[in-house]
């Protein structure tokens, strides 16, 4: 049996031979090691061993991703190739001074805080409405979900729908109030100096959100933390920034990150991490149906993220029961 496939304790297991143990130093070793890049260009070899034909281009091309590769100090031609999507171009970053490399996402959040936090299309509209344009809004939803009421089949007449349409209309404003809100407005000044350097965590907060594939709730708790830099921030803020952006059409992994980038922006931590664990509706009662199924999804900032000890930390006092 491969010992790969079996536990070291396992009575299966055959005991570790000397020549095994230098092996494995060894390959421990070679990957500690400076890492020299592959020449691409020059001998290149197929699966077998045997030479490919080289690829056919215009005159020049090569010259022109060779001035591009000795500008990048790349060797290998593929990596100078753009993205496909430009949200997936990469800033370089220097190999070996981070545990994890920075999110290109969480270069340059966009945090309006004259306004509204990540706006989407039509908040604002809805934000700054007139008591008139507002309860056209009311009437207009509620229209919609009468309709949605009469296309499953339901009478929207009857005693027990008759004022659903106007009460599922007010339940849905509700429970996306959150795009009325801006980070500016739920922080209201509660930024404090104090001389603290140590971890501050503030966790098992309940979130309650809508999923915005199929409009169905996912709740759950998230677990706030970071590291001051001679600015703490008042606790009861860090429950209402993830209320603020779980009262919105979500998907979990963009909510956990735009709470992290918000306590970021706010008090320019030495590091900030959010770990949220949900059930999501959309797969329990629909679709996979796993009602036991959790998704558990993570940001870390600063040295959260270029930190390993920090951030196991971290992890280590969200867990601690």
């Known amino acids: ?7 070291g304790s396992s009575p299966l297991a055959p005991p570790t031979s000397a020549s095994e143990r230098d092996r494995l130093f060894a390959s421990i070793q070679s990957s500690t090691k400076t890492r020299q890049p592959v020449d691409l260009d020059g001998d290149e070899r197929g699966v077998n061993g045997h030479h490919s034909p080289p690829p056919q281009h215009e005159p020049g091309d090569r010259e022109k991703r060779s001035q591009a590769h000795a500008a990048l100090g790349l060797s290998h031609p593929h990596l100078t190739e753009a993205a496909r999507d430009p949200r997936d171009e990469v800033p370089p970053t220097t190999l070996g001074t981070l545990s994890r490399p920075a999110s290109p996402y969480t270069l340059n959040p966009p945090i309006d805080f004259d306004g509204l936090s990540w706006p ?10 007139t008591p008139e344009e507002a309860q ?3 009437l207009k939803l509620s229209g919609a979900v009468k309709t949605i009421l009469e296309c499953i089949g339901e009478d929207p007449e009857r005693e027990g729908l008759l004022r659903t349409p106007e009460r599922y209309a007010k339940a849905m404003l509700f429970l996306t109030k959150g795009y009325e809100e801006n980070v500016r407005d739920i922080v209201n000044g509660a930024v404090f100096q104090e001389d603290h350097d140590e971890l501050v965590i503030v966790k098992d907060i309940e979130v309650f959100s809508l999923c915005e594939h199929h409009l ?3 709740t759950g708790k998230i677990h706030i933390g970071y590291i001051p830099n001679r600015r703490v921030l008042g606790l009861s803020k860090l429950a209402r920034i993830a209320e603020m952006f779980s009262r919105r ?8 990150k735009q709470v992290a980038l918000a306590l970021s922006e706010v008090l320019r931590p030495r590091g900030v991490g959010v770990v949220m664990e949900s059930s999501h509706l959309c797969m ?3 679709g996979v149906q796993k009602t036991s199924a959790m998704t558990t999804t993570s940001c870390m900032l600063g040295c959260m993220r270029s930190s390993a000890k920090t951030r196991e930390e971290f992890l280590n006092l969200v867990n601690r029961r």
């Open 1 to 7: 049996m491969p010992s790969a496939l079996i536990n």
């Open 120 to 129: 989407s299309l039509g908040t604002r509209e809805r934000l700054e409405a």
């Open 136 to 138: 056209q809004r009311l």
């Open 216 to 218: 169905v709730p996912f």
């Open 249 to 256: 059409l979500q998907v979990q992994e963009r909510l956990t």
């Open 284 to 286: 329990v009662m629909r």
